[in-house]
């Protein structure tokens, strides 16, 4: 072609078009560098990041800085149940900022009590206290535990037991009622008055409370961070038994596996093994950080003014997002999609097992997943990535697959696609 001829538009536009891509992949690219590069040189080094800075979520997908696309099968850390931005809760938080951001607890605070009317329909729960995090409402409930034991006993009646596995937390309280030494190493001394057992042995749980010196026992129904471990229900049934015949409390963690992720509302349901004291947080709030202590019963009654208290905890911002979330999250349909998905995203899994020799048993309850391999699990989790899949890896070799509530039968097929391709490219590297 003559340089100097004027080519047509229709002609150079898609050289243009992909130049004038590229020019914003760039500028992107450069911003993603520059928050990396501050985030390490300012952020303290609590947390192993990937290199990844996400700016836009839509239900499933994940976009970063980039302009490349993920499917979210971490969620947040089983946070964003209802998927990323859910309408129903972007307006509740826009309204809600409109009105009123934050008033004291020394005031009724109108969307933290319709939120505890919601939560106390939903079980045996009685009255509800607000915080704002999972961590908190642990304390809280252990707080509440020995308080019970001493308005009836006295005191020397405040051990709580805990199960091994489990993860409560990362507070001095929390690391220290967590089943898992490696979370205190460095810390101690942790707060004291806790004992840890085997978890789904009930044996072991009647001689760790044999003394007389237990308030409580908490466990997970569904160990998250442990590796996707999932209680028995008969296991549930003896401690409930335990638990009553020994006037302790149980007290249910639920901050990962409850609100819907396992394909019930409450992961207790699946045994019908009643707590009186639970635990919550993650996907309260749609998102929103916001946690709750539930209680039933006597239980219930333990706290007097004075006892405990957040400045932040159940203020109107967080509760109007969290309102919204667990309506939307019951009146939508989600939890019965959750039901519905996991056991697809279990069936498929299962046959990646089958096919994989490195895949050593999958656990699913709901939309709650761990694949337990052979190997550590890491350079799977960096395969997907590459691959636009996020999934993280929990107790070194566990891959753990947490996709929002709201996920389709075409977003599973997609992601365990991905999660075979590679598995296939570890076996090869092997
Ligand atoms: C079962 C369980 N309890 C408590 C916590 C602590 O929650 P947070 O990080 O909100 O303090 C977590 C967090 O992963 C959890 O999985």
Redesign the pocket.
């Given at each position: 072609m003559n340089p100097g001829a004027v080519v047509p538009l229709r002609e150079s536009w898609p050289g243009l078009r992909a130049g004038i891509i590229c020019f914003y992949r760039e500028c992107w690219r450069v911003r993603s560098e520059e928050i990396i590069a501050l985030g390490d040189r300012y952020l303290m080094r609590t947390y192993a990041r990937t290199p990844i800075v996400p700016v836009w979520g839509r239900g499933c997908l994940l976009r970063d800085a980039d302009g490349r696309e993920y499917l979210d099968f971490v969620a947040g850390?089983?946070v964003n149940n209802l998927g990323h931005c859910h309408p129903a809760v972007v307006r509740a938080l826009r309204e809600q900022a409109g009105e009123l951001i934050h008033c004291s607890n020394l005031y009724y605070i109108g969307p933290q009590v319709r939120l505890a009317e919601w939560l106390a329909e939903r079980g045996p729960f009685d009255r509800a206290f607000f915080c704002n995090?999972?961590?908190?409402a642990?304390e809280a409930a252990i707080k509440l535990a020995r308080k019970y034991a001493y308005s009836r006993n006295g005191t020397g009646r405040y051990f709580v037991v805990t199960a091994e596995g489990s993860?409560?937390?990362?507070t001095l309280t929390?690391v220290a009622a967590t089943g898992q030494m490696r979370f205190r190493q460095g810390f101690e001394p942790v707060t004291p008055g806790f004992r840890h057992v085997p978890f789904n042995d009930l044996e072991a749980l009647d001689r760790a409370t044999a003394a007389g010196d237990v308030c409580a026992v908490m466990l997970?129904p569904v160990q998250?961070?442990g590796g996707i471990r999932i209680a028995s229900p008969d296991y549930l049934r003896g401690v409930r038994r335990l638990c009553d015949e020994r006037n302790m409390l149980l007290i249910f963690?639920e901050?990962?596996?409850g609100l819907g992720r396992t394909g019930r509302l409450w992961a207790w349901q699946h045994s019908d093994v009643r707590p009186d004291v639970m635990?919550l947080?993650?996907a309260l709030g749609g998102g929103v950080p916001i946690?709750a202590l539930l209680a039933a019963g006597p239980a219930a009654e333990t706290f007097s003014p004075g006892d405990h208290a957040s400045t932040f905890g159940g203020n109107p911002l967080a509760c109007a997002a969290a309102l919204a979330a667990v309506r939307a999250l019951e009146e939508e349909g989600w939890i019965a999609n959750a039901a519905r998905m996991g056991e697809v995203l279990r069936q498929g899994l299962e046959e990646l097992r089958r096919r994989h020799a490195v895949v050593r048993e999958v656990r699913a309850l709901g939309l709650m997943a761990g694949v337990e391999l052979e190997v550590p699990g890491d350079p799977v989790v960096g395969a997907c990535r590459e691959m636009g899949l996020l999934i993280n890896c929990t107790a070194g070799n566990v891959l753990r697959l947490l996709p929002p509530l709201v996920i389709g039968e075409g977003e599973i097929g997609r992601a365990l696609d991905i999660l075979d391709r590679a598995l296939s490219t570890l076996e090869v590297r092997e």
């Open positions: 850390i089983a995090s999972g961590a908190e642990v993860f409560h937390g990362r929390c997970e998250g961070e963690d901050v990962q596996c635990a947080a993650k946690g």
